[in-house]
């Protein structure tokens, strides 16, 4: 069993940042893949980012590219969703998870491929 804890998560102007981890315990994020989804009010969930198990880092939704990173600790066993240029569409729940039945190059992009959920963490962009 995994648990995933996110924090970071709060209220910020736009234009700010914000720096959301994803802390792993139960099992190590090593050989899984990490993403982060987000999910805005009368809205599906949507894929944000993610990292394989071989550091293969990808950005995806055409609105956060250029302004979102993700980045993984392996010693401490957490992944990170750097947000700079905050917008309030940027405004959601933000939800990490972990992949460990699908081992490819890259991060799986859809939710039915990952394994654990966090609990997820508010992020509210003012305008």
């Known amino acids: 069993q995994v648990q995933l804890v996110e924090s970071g998560g709060g209220l910020v102007q736009a234009g700010g940042s914000l720096r959301l981890s994803c802390a792993a315990s139960?099992?190590?994020?090593?050989?899984?893949?990490s993403g982060w989804f987000r999910q805005a009010p009368g809205k599906e969930r949507e894929f944000v980012a993610g990292?394989?198990?071989?550091?293969?880092?990808?950005v995806d939704a055409d609105s956060v590219k250029g302004r979102f990173t993700i980045a993984r600790d392996k010693a401490k066993n957490t992944v990170y969703l750097q947000m700079n240029s905050l917008k309030p569409e940027d405004t959601g729940v933000y939800y990490c998870?972990?992949?460990?039945?699908?081992?490819?190059?890259?991060?799986?992009?859809?939710?039915?491929?990952?394994?654990?959920w966090g609990q997820g963490t508010q992020v509210t962009v003012s305008s």
């Open positions: 998870a972990a992949a460990f039945r699908v081992v490819r190059i890259t991060p799986p992009r859809v939710d039915y491929e990952y394994d654990y």
């Open positions: 139960g099992r190590t994020f090593s050989r899984a893949a």
């Open positions: 990292i394989s198990w071989s550091g293969v880092s990808i």
